[in-house]
């Protein structure tokens, strides 16, 4: 740190003490204080003013009536709420997608992690890390394109042919005909790769805190490679799961532009899987740039509902999350 | 907690048995844990796969309408037309994320400051711990907010669309990501560091001016850059904040801004061959972008002597 001390005095000049040292202290502290609190402010202030413009449609609606309402009528008035504004198909489609998306995403991400942490040899482990990575850093409009005029047409599609023609099709609405591209299907397929890593990457760290002696244990007795992961590291990682498929599921209920592009924007929320529908997000994202006020509200209404929706799942996240941290250790979540 | 091996006693098997010898239900067990290896190496494969194609298809698709024009030269006004290119939405996106930057990560490694310094503080947990509820706020939500805050003129601060509403959305995005982050790295600073610099006699603000955040300085830079990559990324919110230009845009506040994401969102969407292209080529620029700059946050990371 300081090369230029002497044995005796200490002469590093940005280090000597003064009275202006002395006064900047609390000054120094409170401009922490307050950069630490601006995170709270700026919180605070956007639920605070979301809420404010949203709500004459909340009034007019009710909260209740919002929620399950059916339909969705935009009115065009610049001063009053004259549609009608109900955002159950919205939000209907939104946790569709998002609970096929988890469904689909931790069994595969906890594979991921466990093939990286225990199968994978020592030097592919961090290329594989790396790459699982890669896949958060791509922006959410290219996996839109590409998802729009690559997956959906090669893979998704197809696929959905496939399991509406097959007796399970038609046997139950869900897997039933017909199958468009622009479906809750190929929406939900999207987001599994988006929330993949996130996945992923907890459940490594959790994997990796099982303590060795608990694993060696296991082995000494005679245990499979395969019986020491599913009997001994995931039961000890439950709760580190459940904390990552959380917050798995936030980010699936927030995602905005590939779900916008794929999900097919149709007001008509069917139940079936690869028909299209409409998310909290996409409807935001799609209606925005040509809404009246009025509309503009209504919107803010939704995005209301779908903040305070990832809220109270990313609050029960991050206190799994923490919880389990406490316990083993170290820190999870970067 | 059952493994499955069988005990056997003496009065099952009077026979001495050697340990070589493998019994048909340990086959049996090593079979699946060989079928699961393969199971798992598939659900590898099931997120490698996509990430492969996808670059692949970015850049043959991308490549056709990529090259000097296409970051030099803004688009023609039709998406029929061939040529062109997305510099505004470059300078827009770089614009943008720039300033982002500026009032996101001096702000955030202050934060993170304060957060290190007391790591078991009742204020600084609620002040941790909301920072990480807003790591997951959905950000269309942010731009939402932005739009409520400066943009609308009823009860905002009636900016109007424009670079700073939208480079505000980005910052809040990017600041939780670089407070966790920051406060990770300075926490790895050894205590006896700054013991030392206190021994010295130096005041609180120049412990952590001179002493700890230059020994933290290549992770925080890290963290920075990763924030930075995201912010860069992120398309929903400006949306609704910088609405998209279709020129060169300077001025801070008063004319809609245009970002790269925009414009690819606009040109793919619409049914014309050469805005497909172009769109194919600007998600070739964002890729390279986010990549690069993680690429440079590994290799700065790489030099971290803590």
């Given amino acids: 740190m300081s090369s230029t001390s002497t044995a005796f005095a200490p002469t590093h000049r940005g280090l000597r003490g003064s009275a202006r040292g002395r006064r900047a202290d609390p000054l120094f502290r409170a401009m922490l204080v307050l950069a630490a609190s601006s995170v709270l402010l700026i919180l605070a202030a956007m639920i605070v003013r979301t809420s404010i413009e949203a709500s004459p449609v909340f009034a007019s609606e009710g909260i209740f009536g919002f929620v399950t309402g059916q339909e969705w009528s935009v009115g065009t008035s610049r001063s009053e709420v004259t549609g009608t504004y109900g955002a159950f198909p919205f939000i209907y489609g939104t946790l569709k997608i998002s609970f096929i998306a988890i469904l689909l995403a931790v069994p595969t991400s906890i594979g991921i992690a466990l093939f990286t942490n225990e199968v994978a040899p ?17 922006p959410s409009v290219v996996y839109a394109l590409v998802g729009l005029y690559f997956f959906r047409v090669v893979f998704w599609g197809p696929m959905g042919e496939l399991v509406a023609g097959s007796p399970l099709g038609e046997a139950t609405t869900f897997f039933g005909p017909p199958v468009l591209l622009a479906s809750y299907w190929s929406a939900a397929n999207i987001l599994t ?38 009997r001994v590291i995931v039961p000890q990682s439950f709760s580190g799961i459940v904390g990552g498929t959380m917050l798995g599921l936030g980010r699936a209920l927030g995602e905005t532009l590939a779900v916008a592009v794929l999900i097919g924007s149709s007001q008509r929320w069917a139940p079936q899987l690869f028909f299209g529908g409409d998310s909290m997000t996409a409807v935001i994202a799609n209606t925005f740039a040509d809404a009246h006020p009025e509309a503009v509200w209504a919107l803010l209404a939704i995005g209301v509902t779908l903040f305070f929706i990832t809220m109270s799942v990313n609050i ?19 | 907690m059952s493994i499955g091996t069988t005990t056997r006693t003496e009065a099952d098997d009077l026979e001495p048995r050697s340990l070589l010898e493998v019994t048909s239900n340990a086959r049996r067990r ?68 720039g ?86 790295m300075l926490r790895l600073v050894p205590a006896d560091l700054r013991a030392a610099s206190y021994g010295l006699g130096a005041r609180e603000w120049q412990t952590t001016l001179r002493v700890t955040l230059p020994a933290a300085a290549p992770g925080l830079t890290t963290g920075a850059i990763l924030a930075v990559a995201r912010g860069a990324g992120e398309t929903a919110p400006l949306i609704l904040t910088a609405l998209g230009a279709r020129q060169v845009v300077t001025s801070l506040t ?10 690819m969102l606009d040109g793919f969407t619409q049914p014309f061959d050469a805005g497909i292209e172009r769109a194919w080529a600007g998600g070739l620029t964002l890729i390279l972008i986010t990549l690069l700059l993680s690429i440079g946050a590994r290799i700065v990371a790489s030099r971290r002597q803590i």
């Fill in chain 2, 99 to 184: 300033i982002a930057t500026l009032l996101a990560v001096p702000l955030g490694i202050a934060a993170a400051v304060y957060l290190s310094e007391r790591p078991n503080g009742r204020y600084a947990s609620v002040v941790r711990f909301f920072t990480d509820v807003m790591t997951g706020v959905p950000s269309i939500f942010v731009g939402l907010a932005v739009y409520a805050l400066l943009v609308s003129g009823s009860g905002g601060f009636g900016l109007g669309f424009g670079t700073l509403a939208g480079a505000t959305s980005l910052a809040i995005i990017m600041l939780p990501i670089v407070v966790r982050s920051s406060e990770e």
């Fill in chain 2, 254 to 263: 008063g004319a809609p801004q245009s970002d790269i994401g925009l414009l």
């Fill in chain 2, 30 to 97: 090593e079979r699946i844990s060989r079928i699961m290896s393969v199971v798992m190496f598939g659900c590898v494969m099931a997120a490698v796969v996509p990430l492969v194609l996808l670059l692949w298809q970015v850049v043959s698709n991308g490549a056709t309408a990529f090259g000097w024009e296409f970051i030099t030269r803004i688009e023609p006004l039709s998406y029929r037309d061939r040529g062109g290119g997305y510099l505004h939405g470059i300078v827009g996106t770089l614009y943008m994320t």
């Fill in chain 1, 316 to 334: 029960a996240a991050r206190l799994i999350v923490a919880r389990v941290n406490r316990r083993v250790g170290g820190s999870v979540v970067a």
């Fill in chain 1, 122 to 138: 020592a030097w592919l482990r961090k290329p594989l890390i790396y790459t699982i990575d890669t896949l958060a850093m791509v």
């Fill in chain 1, 193 to 230: 790769i988006m929330i993949l890593p996130i996945i992923t990457a907890i459940c490594r760290d959790v994997f990796a805190q099982v303590p060795a002696d608990e694993r060696n244990a296991a082995f000494a007795m005679g245990a499979t490679r395969w019986e020491v992961m599913s």
